[in-house]
């Protein structure tokens, strides 16, 4: 029961008295608070409230990444942060045993990624665990009419990305900040409601009315009657955000009619390439983790998903060989038009691994773990961020798998979120200002918005079994096969060295 | 005293080709600032060329008699009443502060640009005094330990991040409603209320005896009367290898001479200027070299 407490609230404005102005500090000011939990107001357990400089609501990759950078750089380390997830493990630990099969919750890293891992001291703690560089991926379609296969070779580069175990990341971020010289909370509780004071109030002293913006601070009730004030809200916590819908961001998106189906195999040998192949209904992909395994990410329809979700596991292995191979239409040959096609004097002089050839991806051998579905949507929120509040990772925008790029666009936000509060703090200014935060915005929301619209334009392309559109697509496989400037643009943005996705 | 003048002559000259010169002050700002100055846009148009300056004496530091000038020096608003003591403050500008005061703290309001402006210039200060006074520019409170005062603080709107940056802050302006509107606001934040604010003007620090490691007065000396005497007054209110930061905007070609010349031709401590660019396409402010616009200067006093 929530017993309703009176607050002094005055929204007309205090009459603070104030003697004497030279040297003496004026009456102590308090102020009317906006309750954005529809009025109720909790009592706070405990004596005193305790008052942070920046609270990270959601303990999972993105806000314990945001954590750790903090911890990093000198103009932050000495910031107090409160971290706030129910999650056991961010108390306990998480427990890894190598001998375990891997979870089949996955993410894939970026080199841009990996580097800021490094940057921040986090990837160390990854290390001993099981992690996998891939340095090839092919990617053709149902059509048999094109392919395109990268290699990290074509950008000078050892590998195109890394394929970790969500588990992974989360111990090791954890562990990077239990080690970091950092002042931080972890509370084990839930956010139910935040007081945050917008706008400008009017405060009154000696007759002179001003309108003052609050340099005020936020209020977080949690669920097991904790409070405490922080300078700046950082909503990590998901697709679902409580803390956006407390602060009122509205999202634009839709579903798409898609599910997920997500497990992880085993091969005969290892698997060094990440491969993805465009069916009918959505792609599958089959990404290597090391150990002779490999992660399934299955896009289709629901009702498919959930026939293959309750098939047997035989069953289940025999589909999956059927779609990576032979399923729904043929291998794609060398070359559309036979040895000189027009594709092949573009990349004239330039060897690209466009000449090595299509390769059948490995054959699955047995299923190595539960399968998952999940329902695919895309969202984002029309603004990151507000007086005291910003949004970083799938509580800002959620995205189409079907690239790997949706974790790596969080970490982007939280390593943007941290870099930016370090420059605030460099010029003394107070980290909850908006102005600061909009800089924080209108560096991610571009280059956030430009993947979606990427990514959402694949979905779409890729969802339409029309002759013609499939020619166009395949001659988009030769193009990005044989034209090597736009096959390097392509990995670069995709690896996260290139912000947005322009010839710059 | 005229084979002084004669003798001064040709180093005057010297400085007025000095200072037509486009890059008179190399800058290097500290790395971990670099970020913030990286629009270092060489300036396409030239400062404007000074007319040959008053050739009157330039004084060493504080510790001389009042600047004598000749006939030329009409250009600066000197004039009789010389008195120490008085306000160097224009009686119309006052008013003019007086009646927006209340809209100080409002960052989509009349102040916006100062805003806007706020965090470029504590970029300069900040660089500037780190590596004067040899700060770790890596710390959150570089400033710890050190005294500064802002004169003409306003609402205290750099008051408060100076505060932060760990100094120990006074702040002074002529407009009453500007001091009381800036304690309500330092009050809010544990860490502001420790600013000490005061509505009195440079002179009357002086007359107090008052000493400061740093003297910042930015935007101030083109509402001053005597810009000269205020400049003095500035100077003496910092301690021998102090630091002193002025900023104008360069309106006209009087402000330009005001603020150059009185800076740099009556006091020659400015040790290193740059100029602050707009861009109007993010609205944002950024350091750069031309001058011709608004500038922040830096200087130190020399010691005795």
Redesign the interface.
């Known amino acids: 029961m929530f017993i309703r407490k009176s607050f002094a609230v005055n929204l007309g404005g205090i009459r603070?008295r104030?003697r004497c102005?030279?040297?003496a500090?004026?009456a102590?000011?308090s102020g009317s608070i906006r309750q954005s939990n529809h009025g109720q107001e909790q009592q706070c357990s405990g004596t005193s409230i305790a008052q942070y400089d920046i609270a990270i609501v959601g303990g999972g990759m993105v806000g314990m990444s945001l954590a750790c950078s903090l911890a990093s750089m000198?103009?932050?380390k000495?910031l107090n942060v409160a971290i706030i997830d129910s999650n056991p493990a961010l108390v306990n630990g998480i427990r890894i045993n190598k001998q375990d099969p891997p979870d089949p919750r996955v993410s894939t890293i970026t080199p841009a990624t990996t580097s800021m891992f490094r940057d921040i001291g986090a990837w160390q703690y990854l290390q001993p665990y099981r992690h996998a560089y891939f340095d090839q991926m092919q990617v053709w379609d149902y059509t048999g009419l094109g392919y395109t296969r990268y290699h990290a070779r074509d950008v000078d580069k050892d590998s195109l990305g890394c394929v970790v175990e969500n588990k992974v990341l989360q111990s090791s971020l954890l562990l990077c900040i239990q080690n970091a010289d950092f002042q931080k909370r972890i509370f084990p509780s839930r956010l139910v409601s935040m007081s945050l004071n917008p706008g400008?109030k009017s405060?009154q002293?000696?007759g002179?009315?001003?309108?003052?913006?609050?340099?005020?601070l936020a209020k977080l009730h949690l669920s097991d009657g904790t409070c405490l004030y922080a300078k700046l809200v950082v909503g990590a916590d998901g697709s679902k955000s409580q803390v956006r819908e407390l602060a009122g961001f509205k999202t634009t998106g839709w579903n798409y009619s898609q599910n997920a189906v997500i497990c992880t195999v085993e091969h005969a040998s290892e698997n060094q390439c990440a491969w993805q192949r465009f069916l009918p209904a959505g792609p599958i992909a089959l990404l290597p983790m090391g150990d002779n395994f490999s992660n399934i990410v299955w896009t289709m329809n629901p009702k498919e998903a959930l026939d293959r979700k309750s098939m047997t596991e035989i069953d289940f292995v025999k589909t999956v060989n059927h779609a990576l191979d032979h399923g729904f239409g043929p291998h794609p040959t060398s070359s559309l038009l036979g040895k000189g096609n027009i594709f092949s004097w573009f990349g004239a002089g330039v060897p690209t691994s466009g000449n090595g050839g299509f390769e059948i991806p490995p054959k699955v051998v047995k299923l190595a773990s539960e399968r998952m579905v999940f329902p695919l949507s895309l969202r984002h929120a029309n603004d990151y961020v507000s007086k005291h509040v910003a949004l970083i990772g799938d509580a800002a925008h959620t995205v189409h798998p079907l690239a790997g790029q949706g974790v790596n666009l969080g970490f982007g936000d939280a390593f943007a979120l941290s870099r930016v509060i370090g420059?605030?703090?460099?010029?003394?200014?107070?980290i909850g200002e908006?102005?600061l935060l909009k800089k924080y915005e209108?560096e991610r929301k571009p280059a956030n918005i430009a993947m979606m619209a990427i990514l959402d334009g694949f979905q779409k392309a890729y969802s339409v079994d029309f002759g013609p559109l499939n020619i166009l697509r395949a001659a988009g496989f030769h193009a990005a096969n044989y034209i090597s400037p736009l096959k390097r643009s392509i990995i670069s943005y995709a690896s996260g060295e290139q912000r947005l996705p322009l010839f710059t | 005293m005229a084979s002084k003048l004669l003798h001064r002559v040709p180093w005057l000259l010297h400085r007025v080709g000095a200072v037509s010169a486009p890059l008179k002050y190399p800058r290097t700002l500290s790395p971990?600032?670099a970020?913030?100055a990286s629009l270092r846009l060489l300036s396409d148009v030239a400062p404007r060329p000074l007319p040959v300056a008053a050739t009157g004496n330039s004084p060493p530091a504080s510790t001389s008699p009042a600047p004598q000038f000749s006939g030329s020096s009409e250009k600066f608003e000197h004039n009789a009443k010389s008195s120490s003591v008085r306000s160097s403050l224009k009686d119309p500008e006052l008013a003019k502060f007086s009646a927006i005061?209340?809209?100080?703290?409002?960052?989509e309001?009349p102040f916006k640009p100062l805003?806007?402006m706020?965090?470029t210039r504590?970029?300069f200060i900040?660089s500037t005094l780190c590596r004067h006074f040899g700060k770790d520019p890596?710390?959150?409170r570089p400033f710890e330990g050190m005294k500064i005062v802002d004169v003409g603080c306003g609402g205290g709107i750099l008051s408060?991040?100076?505060?932060?940056?760990g100094a120990s802050v006074t702040g002074v302006d002529a407009v009453d409603?500007n001091?009381?509107?800036a304690?309500?606001?330092a009050?809010?934040?544990p860490v502001t209320?420790t600013i000490?604010?005061?509505?009195?003007t440079a002179e009357k620090l002086v007359e107090e005896q008052r000493k400061f490691d740093a003297v910042i007065s930015l935007e101030v000396i083109e509402h001053v009367a005597d810009p000269a005497e205020f400049c003095k007054s500035l100077s003496a209110l910092t301690i021998p290898e102090g630091a002193l930061v002025i900023s104008t905007i360069n309106r006209s070609m009087r402000a330009y001479a005001t603020a150059i010349v009185a800076a740099e031709y009556l006091l020659h401590w400015v040790k290193e200027m740059a100029g602050f660019v707009h861009n109007p396409l993010?609205g944002r402010w950024s350091l750069s070299d031309d001058i011709s616009v608004n500038f922040i200067a830096f200087g130190t006093k020399k010691g005795q």
């Open positions: 603070v104030s102005l030279c040297g500090a004026a102590g000011p000198p103009l932050t000495h400008l405060k002293m000696d002179i009315s001003s309108e003052i913006s609050r340099a005020d420059e605030a703090i460099a010029v003394g200014m107070d908006a102005s209108a | 971990t600032l970020a913030f005061a209340d809209t100080w703290w409002d960052s309001g805003h806007l706020n965090p504590l970029a900040r890596s710390s959150a408060e991040p100076l505060a932060r940056m409603k001091i009381k509107i304690r309500i606001h009050d809010l934040d209320s000490e604010y005061c509505c009195t993010t």
